[in-house]
């Protein structure tokens, strides 16, 4: 037997060439292309509109609660139900509500709208992100899982690069409300890629059992809590959400407002920066490989502390374009090693919910943080916000030092016996 598994990996095609997995892949960036323009359009329509970066804020935290309601039950809903129906159904919602914005928008701003549609769309988005997450895990081997979100998460960022530029060009030459019709539009031909994808069915046959959605979420996360890397990733990047959830805005109100930028100018920074979440993307499969996960995670985290304080200090386009680089380098290398590392040792019948339960704890000091984050921007300035946000994410990744995840990234697989009593009083 040993041979013969031998001899299948030897065989075995590399990942570019797997034809499931690519189509899967090229659907997601469709999606994140059309994101990408949001990415940008939505803060310069409420900028426009209002010149409120407090506004920018109070519709990023309004959102951002939506969608940590959402994943409350997002977990429960992709273990219960079919992944990839989930997916395209939430593709096709966000395609119908985003459309409604370009539509109303044309007897003049409609800034209520918006309180309206992006939430709905944030929901729909984070039962989506779930599905996507646990969605890897049924297309490749556990032994490709870094590398198949490390493709995935580069693919993110070239369309991140694109999209923000294009996004810049068109919101100059036609207005935001332009850009945001593409973004609709993306999520139709994403839901048709999904739509030719198949998914491999669950790997370790426990059945989710219905005993109440409630009950089935905090399933996910007692798993969550009883697992020590897990518990301590969950706490210090709550922490780390709430310092940097609305660093966008901030960034879009600092380029602006600050540095006199144009759209097209605000566009340029951030496509050119996301070539830092390609670079993280591709260096965290090695980078996890040679130093492990501990000093990876630790060192991502304090790279995004730094790149914020050095934002809050320079004071001209370039300097901030590379420094915000940096920054969703640290970000990108910090967050695959962390999805990856909970798709490798939780079970598969509850790998959504425990995924939601992450998300829903991780993001919940989201909305506050991005409500408090651009507040103090517009009252005591972006260098100021950048000098404490960045010094506390700083904190972050030193606390990690003193929790288990120092030493993680040995932990048992999802199927090996030490996790068989947690995985039979969960599916109880």
């Given at each position: 037997m040993?041979?013969?598994?031998a ?14 997995f690519?189509t ?13 323009f ?7 329509l409420?900028?426009?509109?209002t010149?409120s ?24 809903l ?16 966000r ?18 709208l918006?309180f ?20 890897v895990?049924?297309?490749v081997?556990r032994d ?6 490390g ?17 810049g060009?068109v ?6 409300t ?13 839901a048709a ?5 198949r ?7 426990a059945?989710?059992?219905s ?7 905090l ?9 020590p ?6 706490v ?21 407002h ?7 100018t ?8 996301a070539?830092?979440?390609?670079a ?8 996890r490989r ?8 630790v ?26 680089a940096?920054?969703l ?7 695959i090693?962390?999805m990856?590392?909970?798709?490798e ?8 919910r ?11 000091l ?9 507040w ?7 260098t ?8 506390g994410?700083?904190?972050v ?20 016996p ?11």
């Amino acid at each position: 037997m040993p041979d013969t598994l031998a001899g299948m990996n030897a065989v075995r095609p590399p990942l570019w060439r797997d034809r499931n997995f690519g189509t899967y892949w090229v659907a997601q960036s469709l999606s994140a292309a059309g994101d990408a323009f949001a990415y940008l359009a939505v803060p310069l329509l409420v900028l426009h509109a209002t010149g409120s970066v407090a506004q920018m804020g109070l519709l990023t935290a309004v959102a951002g609660a939506a969608s940590v309601g959402a994943g409350v039950f997002g977990g429960v809903l992709v273990d219960r139900y079919d992944r990839r129906t989930l997916m395209i159904a939430a593709d096709l919602a966000r395609l119908i509500l985003y459309s409604l914005i370009p539509l109303a928008w044309l007897a003049g701003p409609q800034v209520w709208l918006l309180f309206v549609v992006l939430p709905i769309c944030e929901a729909a988005g984070m039962v989506f992100q779930v599905a996507a997450v646990t969605a890897v895990r049924n297309l490749v081997d556990r032994d490709r899982i870094t590398e198949a979100n490390g493709r995935l998460q580069a693919t993110y960022a070239l369309a991140a690069v694109g999209g923000p530029l294009l996004a810049g060009v068109v919101s100059a030459q036609f207005g935001p409300t332009a850009a945001i019709a593409i973004n609709a539009a993306s999520f139709a031909l994403s839901a048709a890629g999904l739509w030719l994808v198949r998914l491999r069915k669950a790997d370790d046959g426990a059945a989710t059992a219905s005993t109440g959605r409630l009950a089935e979420f905090l399933a996910g996360a007692r798993f969550l809590w009883r697992q020590p890397v897990l518990r301590s990733l969950t706490v210090l990047l709550s922490v780390f959400i709430f310092l940097t959830y609305g660093f966008t805005d901030v960034l879009v109100y600092h380029v602006k407002h600050d540095l006199g930028g144009s759209d097209r100018t605000v566009g340029i920074v951030l496509g050119l920066a996301a070539l830092g979440t390609i670079a993280g993307a591709l260096l965290v499969a090695p980078l996890r490989r040679r130093r492990g996960f501990g000093v990876t995670w630790v060192g991502a985290l304090s790279t995004c502390g730094l790149a914020i304080v050095g934002i809050g200090l320079v004071g001209n386009v370039p300097a901030v374009t590379v420094l915000t680089a940096v920054y969703l380098c640290g970000v990108s290398v910090g967050g695959i090693c962390s999805m990856s590392l909970r798709q490798e040792i939780t079970p598969d019948h509850l790998l959504g919910r425990v995924t939601s339960a992450f998300w829903s704890t991780h993001y919940s000091l989201g909305p506050a943080g991005a409500a408090v984050l651009t507040w103090a921007a517009g009252r005591y300035g972006v260098t100021a916000v950048a000098l404490v946000a960045g010094t506390g994410c700083l904190l972050v990744a030193i606390s990690g030092l003193f929790t288990p995840i120092r030493r993680a990234g040995s932990e048992p697989a999802a199927h090996e016996p030490a996790l068989a009593p947690a995985v039979s009083r969960e599916a109880a």
